[in-house]
């Protein structure tokens, strides 16, 4: 009998020992993976704590070491720490990039280096990419992906909008103007000004995108010309159409082989997000690079119907058909509209197309949009309107690797914990779970021993 019992308790003794060694096997190899491979999850709202796909995107068309150098001070009086929260920000840059160098610098005990360098604030950064700098006073991905999408640029992609006809402003503060869209392309990395052929011999030859956005009185026969002559040579072109009258343009709209339908789009699924059915949404778009992967909503108010008739010169691509339900109203706007089989035209309708043909060993690339509503600053941030904009523009200025949704911005804010919350904590991980671990493993060991 005693045999038999100490048999049996070295079995136990046995499987006890297996099993610590398994233990600690196992503890070790889940050290080892969790060394060599770090895993992640954003649970916070927005994932605010991890870059968007636009950042990543620019961060992998930045081939060689990227340098920041931060001046500020070790605490500031309005935000605390300001080095931890700038350090902490970069870091996820630097998960990303491994070659990103962070410097910081007290403008306080450096004052004649913060001085060359024209800083003007606490935590303002320089960023230095292949010998270009740009500066940032803005901690938050936008902003700083931004600057990263100009130090991407070899230069500034130079946009000419056609003014001196009452057209849409890039630099307009009025509802119908585009001036948030310019400011935004020039944060971007873009250089827009203004084009007056009345003035001007031609359209300048280092042009990269001529933006034509709804002119209101006539153009003249000369103008229309030079912009003829431009598209020959192989400009490309933005040409934002409302539903009004071209004011001279049609030999531009036959160039392109274009059929522009009159009137208005009206879609009625734009009673769903509370919008007038005036209001065209923009849902389903073509198979094209602009639109790649582009699973969001846009808005087109009072849009037109755009049609690429078939020629041997263009290559067209609707981009943006709407109103599956709805149809082109061509009577007058008015709180009766039904569809009339008669004189409407039915859903669905395209209302944005691409153009393109090679020329000149080069590719050249036009798009046409049915309203300039579509970018004026009191509709730009209906849907992703912008990003949409931003595509087209990265696409028609050759950039179509910089195509992406915009980098979010931050919609929560940071968990602060004091000491008391953050000392619980701890001591619940480091002292209660251990003794609750060591306790059920004393009561399961007396029991079996008993036994």
Known sequence: M???DKKRHGRWQARRSLF????????????YLAQENRIQ?????NARNSLSQASLAVLKELNGPLAVTVYATANDAQLGNIRKIIGEFLSLYQRAKSDITVTFIDPTEQPQQAQQAGIQANGEMIVAFDGRLERLASVNEQAFTNVLLQLVRPRKKIVAALAGHGERKFDGAAGRDLGSFGAQLASKG?????LNLSVDWEVPAETDVLVISSPQIELQKEEVAKLLAYIARGGNLLWLIDSEPLHGLQPLAEKLALTLTPGVVIDPQARQLNLPITFAIGANYGQHRVAADFEYTTVF?????ITVNDNDEWQGLSLVDVADEGWVEAGALDGKMTFDKMYDVAGPVSI????SRNLQEREQRIAVVGTGYFLANDYLGQGKNLDLGINLMNWLAGDENLIAIQPRATLDSSLNLNKTVLGLISAGFLLVLPLVFVMTG???WRKRTRN
Not at 20 to 31: F, P
Not at 190 to 194: H, I, R, T
């Open 352 to 355: 944005a197309v691409t153009l």
């Open 2 to 4: 005693i045999t038999a």
């Open 442 to 444: 004393i009561i399961i």
């Open 301 to 305: 108010p009072f849009a037109r119907q």
């Open 20 to 31: 610590v060694v398994a233990l600690i096997s196992l503890a070790l190899l889940l050290g």
């Open 190 to 194: 873009f250089k827009v000004g203004n």
């Open 41 to 45: 999850w954003d649970v916070s709202q």
